[in-house]
């Protein structure tokens, strides 16, 4: 994104750096040192659970049967499990020079189905999150149209709305590592990318009420944040799913994701999806503005660079195992990924568990909806073998999910953006996993 | 779900039949409408319309020379982006790195990379500066963006740019850009024998660069500390000062620096307090006015002010 672009190329000299600095291995003992605790047999942390823990074990009844707990409304709005606390989102400090114009990551090791809870949606904003208060809001639409519109959130809630399950995706998800793998977790390799519900009006609907000019080309989405994020859309987009969201997963949009109202296009690059949506203007051409010129603008290595590169391309992960989801033990191990893709449906997931020579098709699970995560598993019987785990999306127009030698080969490493390559996982005989690339 | 009616509901009996025939006759006034919402007024319009295109639509009548556009850089954006348009410390480079894009290491800057002058009269007003942004005049924006226009050798100094001469200003790198035509890739779905694994070199990462502390022991208990020790007064330093005082941007304090507050803290938070409200110009640099955020109240900034010297003794 913004300050990876900008900065990618001196971050990465400065990671380099830091790297050598830093006492060798670090990380690898750190993790190898996690692994005896949770991949061998006497878990020297699972051991010390037990014996903290004992009197609430078979035969013993455990405490929580024994008193009464909680009543209703102690909590109004519910909150995850005290015992949760370490699912949250996190940022990568040193990509951007504050939190302000930031990036925060969804724990993807952490999530089920293909729902994203609301509270670890990723976020991503230039200008801080705005504390909007709705009846002081409004939604302006002029330009080249019959009747310029100012719109409550009112009059807005009184329109026919439609709910979708659509992935969001910052473009830049793994822009960090078109040069060399460097981040030990798929919280940080992946996880600007988030799944919800999203409820909203349809723009074409707004666009009716106002009535389009002839010769209306694009429309700017503008947002009412410090960062006045702008970006221009193709009008068959916005006359086609592009959506004014106002709720997501069923309650009103958190003020992280466009509080009270947002723009949505599904499978676009996050940023068109501008949030706290105030204005959109019809037009006959693009605004060209710095979010479509300066970013979100792939450099190839020939130092053209290609614009308007909207739609996130077919991806996929394996999320289980991961960095952060060593294997347990010997034995049939239940791998499994998501797999997304803006153009459509996904339509099959291969799986190689040896770098690539060899493939075996995936087994989709549960929901397979347009521009959505969708999740796929394969049962594996695991003998302590060390594996170099892949997968390989396809998507109903026929697109595979590219090397990352062919994205390198076609676009060269400043292109920040769209990096949506096959993904190599290292298992290790003891049940680790590293981040690495194969070359 | 938001309502802002719901609290109305006791005195809705009567309201509702009034309502209904309001709305119905505007539904009839065209049946393919629905009627809700309002026509924005020009003046609406006026105030919240302020994109600008590259053909120069949008622009306000003005203008600015890049003699003025340099006292208003060094005074509202030089803390952040440098003198020349370097950069400060980890902020935007805004000058340079012409003929670089093609390199290993590109440099993309406004004179480098950008395709549209227009783009940078556009984000300036709407975003710049960081922290007061919408803040400069039409006037201000036109000098300013000569300046920064002079600093990549695109005008010369003598300039003045004007909504009339907006549309003789060529991008150097306008011509590079290109619409997108992806797939760019075709991989095979190969299924047996797809490589030859003696080929197979595993390239690990970098080690050192992510943070994984929350990965090691006890810390989801710090998160849970940090998380909880929030103040009206860290709420205020976040949002309006950490840009310049979390890393000693611009010249300024940082934040937790006991040696780089010592003497400061020995002047007194009263004095402290005062500067950080009008303002002030010291050894190391400029201490915008309220950093910058005129919208905070001087108990903000006092609060915000507290809050350092806590943090920094």
């Known amino acids: 994104m913004k300050k990876l672009s900008e900065n990618t190329t001196d971050l990465l000299q400065e990671i380099k750096t830091e790297a050598s600095e830093l006492p060798k291995n670090k990380r690898r003992d750190f993790m190898l040192n996690g692994l005896k605790l949770t991949a061998g047999t006497a878990l020297a942390t699972t051991v010390g659970q037990v014996a903290a823990s004992q009197s609430n074990l078979p035969p013993n009844v455990p405490e929580w049967s024994k008193t009464l707990g909680r009543g209703v409304v102690s909590v109004p709005y519910g909150l995850p499990s005290s015992y949760e606390s370490d699912v949250i989102r996190r940022t990568v400090e040193w990509l951007t020079a504050d939190k302000i114009a930031s990036i925060s990551m969804t724990p993807l090791h952490e999530m089920s189905g293909i729902i994203t809870p609301s509270g670890l949606h990723f976020e991503r904003y230039h200008g801080g999150v705005p504390d909007i208060n709705p009846n002081e809001h409004r939604l302006m639409i002029n330009g080249m149209v019959d009747r310029p519109l100012l719109f409550t959130m009112d009059d807005l809630m009184r329109f026919p709305s439609e709910s979708h399950i659509h992935f969001l995706e910052c473009p830049a998800n793994g822009g960090m590592e078109w040069r060399g793998a460097q981040m030990e977790a798929l919280q940080f390799t992946h996880g600007m990318l988030s799944g919800s519900e999203w409820t909203g009006v349809r723009l074409s609907t707004l666009l009716q009420e106002a009535g389009i000019k002839p010769g209306a080309k694009w429309v700017l989405a503008e947002g009412a944040d410090a960062a006045g994020m702008s970006r221009s859309i193709p009008i068959d987009k916005a006359l086609d799913d592009t959506l004014i969201v106002f709720a997501q997963n069923g309650e009103m949009l958190r003020p992280e994701q466009g509080y009270p109202v947002r723009l949505f296009t599904p499978g676009w690059e996050g940023n068109t999806s501008v949030k706290w949506l105030r204005r959109i203007e019809v037009g006959d051409m693009p605004w060209e503005h710095r979010e479509e010129t300066s970013k979100y603008t792939d450099l190839l290595a020939d130092g053209t660079a290609r614009r308007h590169t909207f739609v996130q391309e077919v991806n996929s992960v394996i999320t289980s195992p991961c960095p952060e989801k060593p294997i347990q033990g010997k034995g049939l191990l239940q791998l499994e990924g998501i797999a997304w893709s803006g153009r459509g449906k996904v339509k099959r997931v291969d799986v190689s568990l040896d770098g690539g020579v060899s493939w075996q098709t995936a087994k989709i699970k549960g929901l397979v909806l347009t521009k959505s995560l969708t999740r796929f598993s394969m049962e594996i019987n695991w003998q302590g073998e060390p594996l170099l785990l892949q997968s390989r999306a396809i998507d109903e127009t026929g697109y595979v999910q590219p090397t990352l030698a062919q994205l390198r080969e076609a676009r060269g490493t400043n292109s920040i953006y769209h990096k949506n390559s096959i993904h190599t996982w290292q298992v290790q005989t003891d049940g680790a996993v590293n981040n690495v690339q194969l070359g | ?313």
């Not at chain 2, 990549?152 to 009339?164: A, G, P, W, Y």
């Open chain 2, 1 to 313: 779900m938001y309502n802002s009616v719901k609290k109305k509901f006791k005195t809705l009996v009567l309201a509702v039949a009034a309502q209904g025939l309001l709305t119905s006759t505007v539904a009839f006034a065209d049946e393919s409408k629905y009627g809700f919402g309002r026509t924005a007024t020009q003046e609406e319009i006026a105030g919240w319309d302020i994109d600008i295109r590259p053909d120069g639509q949008g622009l306000p009548a003005g203008s600015g020379s890049v003699a003025d556009g340099e006292g208003l850089y060094e005074a509202k954006c030089a803390s952040c982006h440098g003198l020349f348009g370097e950069g400060e410390g980890r902020w935007p480079v805004l000058a340079g790195g012409e003929g670089t894009l093609a390199h290993e290491r590109p440099e993309k800057t406004v004179g480098s990379y950008w395709p549209y002058a227009s783009t940078l009269w556009d984000y300036t007003r709407r975003a710049m500066p960081f922290t007061a942004p919408q803040s400069l005049t039409a006037d201000e924006t036109y000098a300013i963006t000569a300046y920064v226009l002079y600093l990549n050798e695109i005008v010369d100094e003598e300039f003045v740019l004007s909504k009339e001469n907006f549309s003789t200003i060529k991008m150097p790198n306008e011509p590079n850009f290109f619409e997108d035509d992806r797939p760019d890739v075709k991989n095979t779905t190969c299924m047996k024998d797809c490589k030859d694994p003696a080929s197979i070199k595993v390239v690990s990462t970098i080690a050192g660069v992510t943070p994984l502390e929350h990965l090691e022991e006890g810390a989801a208990e710090t998160a849970a500390e940090a998380a909880s020790e929030t103040t009206h007064g860290k709420a205020i330093y976040n949002q309006s000062c950490a840009v310049c005082h979390d890393h000693g941007v611009a010249g300024s304090p940082k934040t937790g620096d006991a040696d780089a507050w010592g003497d400061r803290i020995a002047t007194g938070t009263e004095m402290l307090v005062k500067r950080a409200i009008t303002g002030y110009v010291g050894d190391e640099g400029v201490m915008p006015p309220k950093g910058g955020n005129m919208s905070l109240s001087d108990e903000d900034v006092a609060e915000a002010v507290h809050y350092m010297i806590e943090k920094s003794q």
